[in-house]
């Protein structure tokens, strides 16, 4: 009551009419919240501006509500409920995880032009902002015409984000002869290797700590991040996963390559299999 007549009425005076001293009053109002209320309040003063203020402006929102916080108690409620300023850039923090020692060989060897269809299929994964947490993207894309045969996103760099991924091939996966990748955990794994043993697939691993290995993905994986990833703002997993379809609808029906004379890698991909039945028909 003496907090809510405070406009109008000192302190001194309300307290005297009440019988209480101002210690009391004053040792009342700074009794600590409770830390989930705290953090709760935290959370509603960021969503209610549209989940872009930091800690100056969290605490003029709070202190307007009547509750007094430090900017670095803010900053630890922010950081353990994963919000962030939209004026802060998030940076991906890399893991370190044991590479595969495996004595397989980079079959590829750098070769990326000139394959038949489906005769080396290459994969990567790479990271994306999903709400207040880290998603990730897997690709197969196919050297032949650059095409994104399969593709997944998660919310964890494992060996299912790969295995998703193949899951979405709608070719047969049999067709497939070489599969090339980095040296990343995530490839190796039972998962992967009964994939590729059940439709009888070669593995190709790129030399250790060598990105030029597997330099088409690597390259694919620049445009993405350019054209799609940094261009919008995935608060869902669902929204990724929902956007990244329409993306690569687009990166494989419409978008122009240049590697490809300038025309969509599913254009490419018809027009020689066009020319193979014209050939065939010519010469039996």
């Known amino acids: 009551m003496i907090k809510r ?115 080396v299929v290459v994969s990567d994964l790479t990271y994306v902002r999903v709400g207040s947490r880290w998603g990730y993207v897997c690709i197969l894309l196919d050297l032949h015409n650059r095409e994104i045969i399969g593709y997944s996103s ?21 067709k497939i002869q070489i599969f090339h990748t980095d040296r990343g955990s995530e490839f190796d794994n039972m998962l992967i290797d009964d994939v590729l043993n059940t439709f009888n697939i070669s593995r190709s691993l790129s030399l250790k700590g060598n990105p030029y290995d597997n330099a088409v993905a690597e390259a694919t994986f620049k445009l993405i991040k350019t054209e799609f990833i940094n261009r919008r703002i995935f608060e869902t997993q669902e929204q990724l996963e929902l956007e990244l379809m329409d993306y690569v609808h687009w990166f494989n029906n419409i978008r122009l390559h240049g590697s490809l004379g300038y025309v969509s890698p599913v254009e490419y991909r018809k027009s020689v299999e066009v020319g193979n039945d014209t050939l065939s028909f010519l010469f039996g």
């Open 154 to 174: 998660g919310n964890r760099k494992d060996a299912m984000l790969v295995h998703s991924a193949f899951a979405r091939v709608t070719a047969n996966l049999s």
């Open 5 to 119: 007549n405070a406009h109008k009425y000192s302190i001194s005076v309300q307290c005297k009419i009440l019988g209480i001293s101002r210690s009391s009053y004053y040792y009342e109002v700074k009794q600590p919240k409770d830390e989930v209320y705290l953090e709760e309040a935290v959370q509603t003063a960021f969503e209610e501006n549209r989940s872009i203020y930091g800690s100056r402006k969290i605490k003029k929102v709070l202190a307007d509500k009547g509750i007094v916080m430090s900017r670095r108690r803010i900053c630890r409620i922010m950081k353990k409920r994963g919000l962030a300023s939209a004026y802060t850039k998030r940076k991906y923090k890399n893991h370190g995880k044991d590479s595969n020692k495996s004595t397989t060989p980079n079959l590829v060897k750098r070769e990326f032009d000139n394959h038949k269809p489906l005769a």
